[in-house]
């Protein structure tokens, strides 16, 4: 679709160095998410929307306190004082509580009964499998409670159970039970026991009324309780513990696990309890629990179970997604989160996920195959939601929320789809660092469906419990809940949540923070050492990857990494001793040293793992210059105006240089192109990305594809005789670079699509000026030229916002009359000589004033006339954000023209360079067609990428 092309103008995972729109425009904000989106309606935060936190560049560093190590602990930390640090941080702090932490085989696992409830669930269970009543498991849409429910199932089902489950649909019903499907069990299905899974502590009427029907509830927990439990006959919920139990942090999959394992213990079939593990592995990590004591033990052990499973299911989509056999290394949680989850999420989002329980139960090989292949595509889908949401709701934000007072954030629209909204959520705390409650508009129920995100500082539950009597239903966390609503108590839930957030942020900071475990010497920091800082993994909440800082290194260069080029691999060097370090760092926003500069970094040590060799590298979270001058965090507007970048290598200072203009150099959103959907997690996960081994060498120089000789042609005083003679002189050979300008009788033009181009054509002439350096980086890559005639002709075009308007509203008046509605965005944008971001923005605005109707489809426009533009007064739109917006990506088109237009050669060169494309140093000499070479000059100069 035509929004999937476009990205983020500033995410904090993606955005470049800030740079403020003229005045205090804000500009609309793109979203191009990787696979890293899961939404988890009343549970904790997920692994992408974390991933995302932590790459956030110019945080506060946060150090920790200097402790004491005791000897006899590091002895027990393989004689590593880092390792050491590093336990205590994590509050471990005795050799016997090092030992069980660092050698899973001396943990010793808890017993089932210990978890309240649990004896009485066994007693009715094993009541009903002897009476064989009709069981069913009544689980949640997410992946913990989908991996909870299959765990159930397959146990009952060894048992010998009549047994079935049940996962609500989430539009329709929501999360956790509802009286129609209590109604609908007992009278249909005729059972007597309904098992939950991942829900149900909120449920008092309806298991209220499932008992006045005969049915009996067991409730297998770990959501918040309410003040007043539900009458079960058993309550499983391992809140019930003290938060220092090791099974205090059980999600929903490890409760189920836990009284599955004392059922089989009570047949005295024990050992099939190790068979689940899969399952609890898959659950725990999707559900980003606290990965400590009990949690982290079963993850521990879990993980080479879950790349090994014999089951249909789980081999299905590990395959997808490449399993590449590190399960029980770090790279196991991120095989999960980035890349199962989010499909079996997907499944549970936009249709049934009872397709996923059966996914992860079936026997049957094929059936499995053909589930999963469903799960892709709904993950697909699933993207391409976010994208488009993100993008309306970012606009809303900006035209709607004072964000200069308000401390929290409440939006909601019709066709915001119910179950991605968490997802735009977590990425709008992400930019604003605030709140957010987010939903979806039923119109014809009157009612809002709609889903929060937290920040540090902030309880989600008790501030949704402060406002529950203008709620319909809520529950969830501290980080992350749902809600429902009324729709005409919108608005008073909006002075609700504003005034109660207000209350409990006041005097908090809600700057982001990045938590040093430990600074370090360049020596410290070997293959060796990182080794056994792997041995803490599995990684994740409550044991996160160990941040550490090294000062006074020195950065030698960097190239581009990633098709997008939204990342950077850089070289490191420590004068002192003279160590090299590669290092890497995801979404970096363009956000790189200077070469030479001296720079402190923050930063994991991981093992690149390749052809059967390891290596150090480096995960840089932060930077700053060495001394202590951070490198700056983009203020709000700042933040909404900045762009996600193509990275560029930076260059050494240059003599006289004629910078770009700042759009030039952070190169536009929305020409980013689209992002594409991975099947294979090593496309999608940043640790998959560092596969690729590189020679010290090809860190600081960035690769050179090809060699091209440079014309610049633009003094000649006839721009239309140069053209006539390229034409004339090179005839098929040359292509001609022209997009909105009339056409030339006896030329052909092409647009930045290259449509037409043959492989004949190594002569690429500019007629027109690209409208970025994004656009012209493409255009040079595409056209594959060795020689570039710079000319810049054409007649500038006008770039006046009404004008442009009016041409807008004429092509997609002539779309519905000649094409059917039929139009592809980035032609649009090519006829116009504009920016993807121009158009979007423009086509945004002339549905807002009710101009025009148009939704987005499989790459298409199809659009539709709703009124007529003549005679409308501008300021009817002229005071519309999504105008001003619209001017200001205008103005950047026509700001960077003039640099092209008025820049040297070598300038235009260097910025382009980081496309990797390297200028011949020596001119060719070539005058193919021209006759009178002293009145233009041929002026090919040296910017060899090296």
Known sequence: MFFSMLSSVDCPDSADSPNAMPDGIRSISFYAPEDVCKEILSGQYSLEDLFVTQ????????????????????????????????LVKRGITTCAEAEKFLHPESYVETSALELPGVADAVVRITQAIEKNEHITVYGDYDVDGVTGTSVLVSVLKLLGANVSYYIPNRTDEGYGLNLKAVSVLASKRRTKLIITCDCGISNFAEINFAKSLGVDAIVCDHHTMPDMLPPAVATVHPKLLNEEHPLFHLPGVGVAYKVCEALLDAKGMKEEADKLLDFVTLGMIADMVPLVRENRYLVQIGLPKLAASPRPGIKALLAQVGNNGSANSAAGTELVGFGIAPRINAVGRLSDAEQAVELLTTDDADQAEEIARKLQLENTRRQEMCEKIFFEADQMVASRINLETDRAIFIYDKGWHHGVVGIVASRLVERYHLPVFIGEHHVNEGMIKGSARGVEGIDLYEVLKANEHLLVKWGGHKMAAGFSLEADKAEALLTGLSSTCNRMLEGKSLAPTLEIDSQVTAPEVSLEVTQLISRLAPFGIGNRKPMLVVNGLTFMGARVLGKEGKHHRLALKDTKSGALFEAVMWNSRNRIPQEGQSVDIAFTPEVNRFNGTERLQLVLADWRTTGGAQVPAPKMAEQVNSAP???????????????????????????????????????????????????????????????????????YSDPQAVLDKAVANLGNRLAIFAESCPKIANVNFVDRAMDGLNANQKHLLLWQYPPSLQVFQSILAKSQASEIYIVGGAEEDDLDPSVFVRKLMAIVRFAVNQKDGEAEGEKIACALGVSKMAVALGLTLLRKIHLIDWFAEEGLLYLDLLGEASGRPPEQYENQPEFRQMAASLKEVKEFRIWCAKTTIKDIQLALAPN??????????????????????FDTVSANSD
């Open 645 to 715: 970048a193509r990275p560029v290598v930076q260059p050494a200072p240059q003599p006289n240089r004629t910078e770009a203009p700042a759009q030039a150099t952070r190169q536009p959103s929305a020409e980013i192109s689209q992002p594409q959907v991975q099947a294979n997690v090593q496309a999608a996960s940043p640790a998959a990305a560092s596969q690729e081994p590189a020679k010290p060498s090809e860190v600081i120089r960035p690769i050179a594809s090809a060699k091209t000789n440079w014309k610049d042609l633009r003094a």
């Open 55 to 86: 790459m956030t560049l110019g945080k506060e560093w946060k150090f920790p306190l200097d402790v004491q190590i005791e000897e006899d602990l590091v002895n027990v930390a393989f004689g590593s004082s880092l390792v050491a640090k590093l």
């Open 916 to 937: 990797q494309i390297r200028l011949n140093s020596q001119s060719s000499g070539s005058e193919e067609f021209a006759d009178e070479p002293s009145q233009h000059q």
